[in-house]
């Protein structure tokens, strides 16, 4: 591909679906340290081709205006202002580059600044938006040169070389060129960070240089999303996303996980500090998401701003403004009113009081500046009076009028000085203008009426094959309900090798893909040490491998902190003294266990057997067809079909181990028989099993691949089982059992030959059955039957017990 053509419409796809935005403001580049955490975060938390947005480095924008004022009459002054500006920008590069690239940059940098040295004596002419343009380049091309030093593929962008706009108060940009340039400008580079000035453009005929304007630096970044089509611009400020209320102002706010397109842009409109409404003019809502995040403390939660298919009705912000201005106008002055609300600028509320025949009009001080000048030149009629003093509290979330809080807020602000209580035309926020200056007591006992503090839980899945991922689509299925009282959030997701580490929680909209994104390396014992300061309440693993290095491992996650949820057997079956060892580490640490599905997948086998032990009742035998594989392999076994063939349409259906010999075996089974054993308080190790398996001895050692091509050895054997069951009227049947007698355990695996009229011999494939005898059951067994293998089935149980787990920690959610 030529580095100056469009690219194929194929690598364009790959840049809208590959590529995320991150935009980093000036306090996070305020100094050398702070320039290292951004580059430690860009590594670490963006994609190896995601551009990266930069504002100037700390105050940069604000010493450059006061050059340029001090110039025209303060000289001197402005050589002073210059040489303190030239001295912070220099020490930035000094201490962190070294070798070539500190030489080159910083030859650079005196380049630039010798044509400041020019502008400030006369021999050079550089308007006001040109040198604002400079904070931004100089903090773009510094970061480039940063991340080279420590390994990284980037380069910065001059904006201005791919983004052109119309001047006007607001540039109007030129969205068709400014993407093929920037397209074009991408191509070629897949696995480069560009690091990218934001804040300006080149004006479309002359190429001089335009301002976007406050805030510009996060529209820059949606706008420069929005140009490639990109899913997702993360907004790094030093706050974690947007919180209940302003932290500031008020005690136990907490960061919200999401909030809808509506609701974000009420929020901006009615003067957020953190968000900015003309952040969103540009956002295909349909497609991007924004991301709020904290720069200070990348562990923190996120808030993320997209389109939800359902939004329910709850006030999610209250927000206040304690400087407000109300400007009346007489409703009889109609062409004031129609001029008045032609401005750009738009009112916090307004409102008809009909007893006085005046139309009011709500606005921050930020904005008074303005509507006073247009006064000035406009209201000749001095029809329109200003009174100050006033102060706006807000309650701002979807359907406000149908939430819970929407009465509490009404009836708090009515004891207060109420000017007016009004709702928002699209019903996403309810508005108070008060008559009186706010203080934080009052704003604070009105976030204490507004909202329940719900406790946070963190969730580490460990294993993303079949089960989990049918989980992590379950569990984004069913989030909602989940997070209605508590705030649930998936903090990792991880395979043998790689791990996706987020604790502001994991973006499930695409989340494989995000896993191939920025999962990177890691080793659990390492891990281990990071986890309890994870910002959650409570932690959970959730042990969805099939692996007993992990199982190996859970003292030291119960010693963690951690709660587990497994639908690995390796640790319930493990040799007796590890077992015991688990669950005395488990008791000390008061940690809780759940394992249903580690035995008949989603049935409740474990919940009725400790339900029946609770109650008083001794369990004197378990047998059954415990194993959903085996169920299905002899439920379809005819004595016609090869079981060789069967075996191989089980693995490729997902009703095996990957290795079949782990079910052939009947270690599998044996796995379960030892967690059921040792549910019902039974000594039990792997010696004390009768096992009868399935497998030759020739067989046992061969690599996978040897064995299923010597698959059809096994054929003769089970024909033979079929035909001397058959002479008595029977079937072979896989059985486990396990009985207590006088303080003594039996166990057995193997097959057994059932008559043809009994219950275990009419399953539906796949089918488990528990029979049980107990104290109370002695006559007629408790029998438990149903689907005991399948992903959906397990994800199902390991969901089960997310809600028991949940319950028994006092989090309930509703169900």
Not at 207 to 220: A, E, M, V
Request: proline share 3%; with cysteine; hydrophobic share 40%.
């Amino acid at each position: 591909m030529s580095k100056n053509t469009l690219p194929s419409p194929e690598r364009i796809q790959a840049i809208a679906d590959e590529i995320h935005l991150h935009k980093f403001g000036g306090s996070s580049l305020a100094d050398a340290y702070c320039y290292r955490r951004v580059a430690r975060i860009v590594t670490e938390h963006a994609g190896v081709s995601d551009l990266v947005v930069v504002s100037a480095a700390g105050d940069t924008t604000n010493r450059i205006i006061a050059i340029a004022e001090a110039r025209e009459s303060q000289p001197e002054y402005a050589g002073t202002l210059f040489a303190s500006l030239k001295r912070y920008q220099q020490g930035l590069i000094e201490e962190l580059l070294s070798g070539r690239l500190l030489e080159q940059v910083l030859s650079q940098s005196e380049q630039d600044f010798e044509r400041w040295q020019r502008w400030l004596i006369g021999d050079e002419v550089i308007e006001r938006a040109e040198l604002c343009a400079y904070g931004e380049l100089w903090s773009a091309r510094l970061l480039a040169a940063l991340l080279q030093k420590q390994g990284t593929r980037a380069d910065y962008i001059d904006a201005r070389t791919f983004l052109s706009a119309d001047d006007a108060a607001e540039p109007v940009i030129a969205v068709s060129p400014s993407r093929e340039r920037l397209l074009t400008r991408l191509g070629p580079y897949p696995g480069t960070r560009f690091i990218v000035t934001g804040f300006i453009c080149a004006e479309n005929k002359t190429g001089r240089t335009l301002l976007l304007g406050r805030n510009g630096s996060d529209y820059s970044a949606t706008l420069i999303g929005s140009l490639i089509d990109s899913r997702q611009v993360t907004i790094w400020k030093d706050v974690a996303g947007v919180y209940s209320a302003d932290p500031r102002k008020v005690e136990r706010v907490v960061s919200l996980p999401t909030l809808d397109w509506s609701e974000a842009e009420e929020l901006a409109r009615l003067g957020s500090p953190v968000l900015h409404p003309r952040t969103f003019q540009p956002v295909n809502r349909e497609r991007m998401i924004i991301s709020v995040r904290s720069s200070l403390k990348v562990e923190n939660q996120q808030t993320r701003i997209g389109q939800y298919d359902y939004t329910e009705a709850q006030g999610k912000v209250l927000t206040s403004l304690s400087d407000v201005a109300l400007f009346s106008i007489a409703v009889k002055h109609t062409d004031v009113i129609e001029r008045f609300e032609g401005t750009q600028l738009e009112p916090l509320v307004s409102w008809i009081e009909e007893d006085t025949g005046e139309k009011y009009y709500a606005f921050h001080q930020n904005h008074l500046d303005f509507v006073r000048g247009w006064l000035a030149k406009q209201d000749a009629e001095h029809a329109v009076h200003e009174v100050s003093g006033y102060s706006m509290v807000a309650l701002v979330g979807a359907r406000i009028q149908e939430s819970k809080q929407f009465a509490v807020l009404r009836r708090e602000v009515g004891e207060q000085q109420l000017r007016r209580f009004l709702v928002s035309g699209n019903k996403t926020s309810a508005v108070a203008i008060l008559g009186q200056k706010l203080d934080n007591g009052l704003l604070s006992r009105l976030h204490s009426q507004l909202f329940n503090f719900r406790r946070s839980v963190g969730i580490l899945v460990l294993g993303r094959g079949n089960i989990g991922s049918e989980w992590i689509e379950l569990f984004r299925q069913q989030r909602e309900r989940l997070t209605e009282n508590v705030d649930v959030r998936i903090l990792g997701i991880a395979n043998s090798s790689r791990l996706w580490l987020d604790y502001s929680g994991a973006d499930l909209q695409d989340w494989s893909e995000n896993f191939s994104r920025l999962a990177r390396p890691y080793v659990l014992t390492e891990l281990l040490r990071e986890l309890p300061n994870a910002p959650v309440d409570e932690l959970i693993l959730l042990d969805l491998s099939d692996s007993a290095a992990i199982a190996r491992l859970y003292p030291s996650f119960f010693a963690t902190g951690m709660h587990i949820i497994s639908a690995n057997k390796r640790a319930g079956s493990a040799e007796e003294s590890l077992y015991r060892e688990i669950r005395t580490i488990q008791h000390e640490c008061k940690r809780e266990w759940l394992y249903n599905t580690t035995v008949g997948a989603g049935l409740p086998l474990n919940y009725a057997i400790n339900d029946l032990m609770r109650s008083g009742d001794r369990i004197r035998s378990i047998s059954g067809i415990f194993s959903g594989t085996m169920s299905w392999l002899f439920e379809n076994f005819d004595g016609e079909v090869k079981f060789s063939d069967l075996v191989r349409q089980a693995r490729a259906e997902g009703f095996t181990e990957p290795d079949p010999r782990e079910d052939l075996s009947c270690h599998d089974i044996v796995r379960k028989l030892l967690i059921v054993a040792r549910d019902i308080g039974a000594t039990l190790d792997w010696d004390d099993v009768e096992i009868h398996g399935l497998v030759p001895e020739n067989l046992r050692d061969v690599s996978l691949d040897e064995f299923m091509s010597r698959l059809h050895e096994l054929d003769q054997p089970m024909q033979k089982l079929w035909f001397e069951a058959q002479q008595d009227r029977k079937v072979p049947r896989l059985m486990a059992s396990f009985s207590v007698e006088e303080g003594r355990s039996h166990a057995r695996v193997g097959i057994e030959y059932i008559s043809v009229e009994d219950m275990l011999t009419n399953l539906i494939p796949g089918e488990n059955i528990f029979v049980i005898y107990s104290d109370w059951y002695k006559d007629m067994p408790l029998v438990i039957s149903g689907p005991g293998a399948g992903r959906k089935v397990t994800a199902g149980g390991v969901q089960s017990d997310l809600h028991q787990l949940l319950a028994r920690l006092a989090i309930q959610p509703a169900i």
